[in-house]
Every structure is written in structure tokens, then in C-alpha cells.
């Protein structure tokens, strides 16, 4: 079973036959309430109901609420007013959820509960005990593990206590000891905010990592399990900005899409955003292929799958695609992993047949080449 809030492009061409696909739909205004009582909260159940309304059923947003309001203001519904203010950017479906965990956040300070989330933003995959312990170990790592490095195990403890009842850790898997999880929004947040605010802190904990990735995979390989340090150990970190256009043929529920960007991205420089997909009109999805070429003419190739959403601009839509690395010419020969790519489009047609559309927006992601060292 894969849960996933985007497309899983290698199981696309199964989901009529051997990959069933059900969509899991928000918390309806009764539902979360009785999530929020649940966590602690009290109030009237028209306000209950009203918040979750608020909130748009967001389970993650409304977990977080909850625990929020019960650890801050006894419980009491009638204070999520406090909870930060909406942003104004992102991604609709985390929005109320990062309105959260911003009060959280101004509610911890800049304590050790902060800097245990922000440690977890450098992991795509639950965190180990002894990854962590080389984020740990002194010297601290200056803006960041300051309040951590001489932490008591009972201290220790209670620090991840306190998370956990907060829902911004997830329950200890018994069967992985050792290991602290978190959502997937909830690391990316403050992931990001660790990467965009406090950068040398970001490259120093990264260096760590690649020291240690390296240094406990063995000499001669037997299994793929003993391969996935060497993988972590040759990442390259990138992002970028793209602009151009994109042009769309309907043929009943699907319509073609072919687009040409060009930006500009670290470690690549000047470059050329190419892609086709096949998207489905009735829920807005789709799915292809596109490639990523440098200046200097090396390629990277990928699948994609996405998501279109409206916005709250007439005429305008928001694109979040999934892109994963397979295979690249040049000096990204044997390259893999995946970038994000965040973009506007928009719905005004242009051209002789209104079908030109204009799109410009960010991707960022990691690519992995055999032989290479990790790069900042």
C-alpha cells in the first residue's frame, strides 16, 4: 500500500487493472470536529465544526491544531484565532497546516524543540540515532544544535515528549528503534527554512552527513541495503527558476501538452526545460516525460507527474510536479533521484488557435551521479 499526496508515475499505466487508486478525501466539517474533541479541545460543537470548515478538513492541519490549541490555551476552540494568519503563497493543500506550525515555532522559540525539527528537514526518510548523534556531537553546529549538543538522555527524552504529544513527531516504531519520523510536510517546512535561513548551518550539517554515509558503507558491496550510504554520500543539491510556454491539444478527456522553458538553476547554470505529458481533464492530473539540459549540452532525464489546482486568481492555475531522475547524457550519465517543480500557468490562450499558454515558476531537488562527492 502507498499513500502519497502525488502520482506515482511507475504504477500509472496499472491503475485500471493490477494498482487500485482511491482518493482520500478531506475531513468532512462533523468528522473534524470529532478529531479535534478527540485532542482535547472543548467548545461548542458549531464552533468545532466551523473550525474544521476553516481549516478545509486538512487532517494534518487539524491534528496539529489541536494539539496546538490543548498544549497553549487549555483546549479552549474559540482561541485558534491566534494560529498565525493564512500565507500567501504555497501549495493549498499545506497551507493551514504551516499556519500551524509557524505558532508553534513562535511558541517554542528558538529552543531545542525547534532545533530537533529543523535536524529532521535534512532527511528524506526517518532520521537514525547515530545520523543524528553526528548532528549532535560537539562542536555544535552554530544557529542550530547550540541547545542540543549537551542534552542529558533523559533531557533528550523529553524534548522528543514533547513533540510527540504536540503530533510534530510521530509514535516511536517499536520495530525500528533509534529511528524519529516526522509528516512530510512538517520536515519540508523546516527543512526549508533551515536551508534559507541559517545556510552555513545547512552546508555543515550536510558535510557531516556525507562524512558519516561514507564511512559506514563497506568495503566490498554484497546487498542493495549495503549500497544506500554510498547513495546518500553523492548528492547534489540544486534549484532554480524557469519561464516560458506550453502548448495544449484536447482529444476528449485528455489533452496533449507540450512545453518549452528556459532559467537558470545552481550547478547547472543557463538552462533548457523541455516537456510532453498527457493530462487527465477530469481530476487534473498527468503524467511523462521531460529533460533538463545544461548549457554545455549534458542532459537529465525524467518521468513526471502532477497536479493542477486553481488558484485564487481568475484565469489562473498551480502546478506541482513530481520529477524522477532516470538516466541523464554527459556528466549526468547513470544520474537518479528527483526535483519538485512549482509553477503558475496561465489559462489565457494565446496564438492563431488559443492554445499557447504561458507558465514560469521554481524546482529545486536532488540528482545522485556514481563517483561524485556530495556538493552544497
Same mark, same amino acid.
Given at each position: 500500500?502507498?499513500?502519497?499526496?502525488t502520482?506515482?508515475?511507475?504504477?500509472a499505466?496499472?491503475?485500471?487493472?493490477?494498482?487500485?487508486?482511491?482518493?482520500?478525501?478531506?475531513?468532512?466539517?462533523? !468528522?473534524?470536529?470529532?478529531?479535534?474533541?478527540?485532542?482535547?479541545?472543548?467548545?461548542?460543537?458549531?464552533?468545532l465544526?466551523?473550525a474544521?470548515e476553516?481549516?478545509?478538513?486538512?487532517?494534518?492541519?487539524?491534528?496539529?491544531?489541536?494539539?496546538? #490549541?490543548?498544549?497553549?490555551?487549555?483546549?479552549?476552540?474559540?482561541?485558534?484565532?491566534?494560529?498565525?494568519?493564512? &500565507?500567501?503563497?504555497?501549495? %493549498?493543500?499545506?497551507?493551514h497546516?504551516?499556519r500551524v506550525?509557524? %505558532?508553534?515555532?513562535?511558541?517554542?522559540?528558538?529552543?531545542?524543540?525547534?532545533s *530537533?525539527?529543523?535536524l529532521?528537514?535534512l532527511?528524506?526518510?526517518?532520521?537514525?540515532?547515530?545520523?543524528?548523534? *553526528?548532528?549532535?556531537?560537539?562542536?555544535?553546529?552554530?544557529?542550530?544544535?547550540?541547545?542540543?549538543?549537551?542534552?542529558?538522555?533523559?533531557?533528550?527524552?523529553?524534548?522528543?515528549?514533547?513533540?510527540?504529544?504536540?503530533?510534530?513527531? @510521530?509514535?516511536?516504531d517499536?520495530?525500528?528503534?533509534?529511528?524519529?519520523?516526522?509528516?512530510?510536510?512538517?520536515?519540508?517546512?523546516?527543512?526549508?527554512?533551515l536551508?534559507?535561513?541559517?545556510?552555513?548551518?545547512?552546508k555543515?550539517?550536510?558535510?557531516?552527513?556525507?562524512i558519516?554515509?561514507r564511512?559506514?558503507?563497506?568495503?566490498?558491496?554484497?546487498?542493495?541495503?549495503?549500497? =544506500?550510504? &554510498?547513495?546518500?554520500a553523492?548528492?547534489?543539491?540544486f534549484?532554480?527558476?524557469?519561464?516560458?510556454?506550453?502548448?495544449?491539444? =484536447?482529444?476528449?478527456?485528455? /489533452?496533449?501538452?507540450?512545453?518549452?522553458?528556459?532559467g537558470? @538553476?545552481?550547478?547547472?547554470?543557463?538552462?533548457?526545460?523541455?516537456?510532453? #505529458?498527457?493530462?487527465n481533464?477530469?481530476?487534473?492530473?498527468?503524467?511523462? %516525460? !521531460?529533460?533538463? /539540459?545544461?548549457t554545455?549540452?549534458?542532459?537529465?532525464?525524467?518521468?513526471?507527474?502532477?497536479?493542477?489546482?486553481?488558484? %485564487?486568481t481568475p484565469? =489562473?492555475?498551480?502546478?506541482?510536479?513530481?520529477?524522477?531522475?532516470?538516466?541523464?547524457?554527459?556528466?549526468?550519465?547513470?544520474?537518479?533521484?528527483?526535483?519538485?517543480?512549482?509553477?503558475?500557468?496561465?489559462l489565457?490562450?494565446?496564438?492563431?488557435?488559443?492554445? *499557447?499558454?504561458?507558465?514560469?515558476?521554481?524546482?529545486?531537488?536532488?540528482?545522485?551521479?556514481?563517483?561524485?562527492?556530495?556538493?552544497?
Amino acid at each position: 500500500m502507498i499513500t502519497t499526496r502525488t502520482p506515482v508515475a511507475d504504477i500509472a499505466d496499472h491503475e485500471d487493472t493490477s494498482a487500485v487508486r482511491r482518493e482520500l478525501e478531506q475531513l468532512s466539517s462533523d !468528522a473534524g470536529a470529532k478529531l479535534l474533541r478527540a485532542l482535547g479541545v472543548n467548545g461548542d460543537e458549531a464552533e468545532l465544526r466551523s473550525a474544521s470548515e476553516e481549516f478545509t478538513g486538512h487532517c494534518l492541519a487539524l491534528t496539529l491544531l489541536g494539539s496546538y #490549541l490543548t498544549d497553549a490555551y487549555n483546549g479552549d476552540i474559540r482561541c485558534r484565532k491566534e494560529v498565525s494568519e493564512p &500565507l500567501t503563497h504555497g501549495i %493549498s493543500q499545506g497551507v493551514h497546516a504551516r499556519r500551524v506550525m509557524e %505558532s508553534y515555532q513562535t511558541w517554542f522559540g528558538e529552543g531545542p524543540e525547534l532545533s *530537533v525539527l529543523r535536524l529532521l528537514g535534512l532527511f528524506d526518510r526517518p532520521a537514525d540515532e547515530k545520523a543524528l548523534g *553526528v548532528l549532535l556531537k560537539s562542536p555544535a553546529i552554530p544557529g542550530l544544535t547550540e541547545s542540543l549538543t549537551h542534552l542529558s538522555p533523559t533531557e533528550w527524552r523529553t524534548v522528543l515528549g514533547k513533540l510527540r504529544r504536540a503530533r510534530l513527531l @510521530a509514535r516511536e516504531d517499536m520495530h525500528n528503534p533509534g529511528y524519529i519520523d516526522t509528516h512530510p510536510l512538517i520536515r519540508g517546512f523546516f527543512g526549508e527554512q533551515l536551508r534559507s535561513q541559517l545556510a552555513d548551518a545547512w552546508k555543515e550539517s550536510n558535510r557531516r552527513l556525507y562524512i558519516h554515509d561514507r564511512s559506514v558503507a563497506p568495503q566490498l558491496l554484497d546487498t542493495f541495503r549495503d549500497m =544506500v550510504p &554510498l547513495f546518500l554520500a553523492k548528492q547534489v543539491h540544486f534549484r532554480g527558476a524557469v519561464q516560458g510556454q506550453e502548448t495544449h491539444t =484536447v482529444q476528449g478527456t485528455t /489533452q496533449s501538452v507540450d512545453g518549452e522553458t528556459t532559467g537558470i @538553476a545552481t550547478h547547472f547554470g543557463q538552462l533548457s526545460f523541455s516537456y510532453s #505529458l498527457t493530462v487527465n481533464l477530469t481530476n487534473g492530473t498527468g503524467t511523462g %516525460s !521531460a529533460q533538463l /539540459q545544461a548549457t554545455n549540452g549534458d542532459i537529465i532525464y525524467t518521468t513526471m507527474a502532477g497536479q493542477l489546482e486553481m488558484t %485564487s486568481t481568475p484565469g =489562473v492555475g498551480s502546478i506541482t510536479e513530481i520529477n524522477t531522475i532516470t538516466g541523464g547524457a554527459g556528466r549526468f550519465v547513470g544520474a537518479h533521484g528527483n526535483f519538485t517543480m512549482e509553477r503558475l500557468l496561465n489559462l489565457a490562450g494565446t496564438g492563431p488557435q488559443q492554445n *499557447v499558454y504561458f507558465t514560469s515558476g521554481c524546482l529545486h531537488g536532488t540528482y545522485y551521479v556514481p563517483g561524485r562527492e556530495a556538493v552544497e
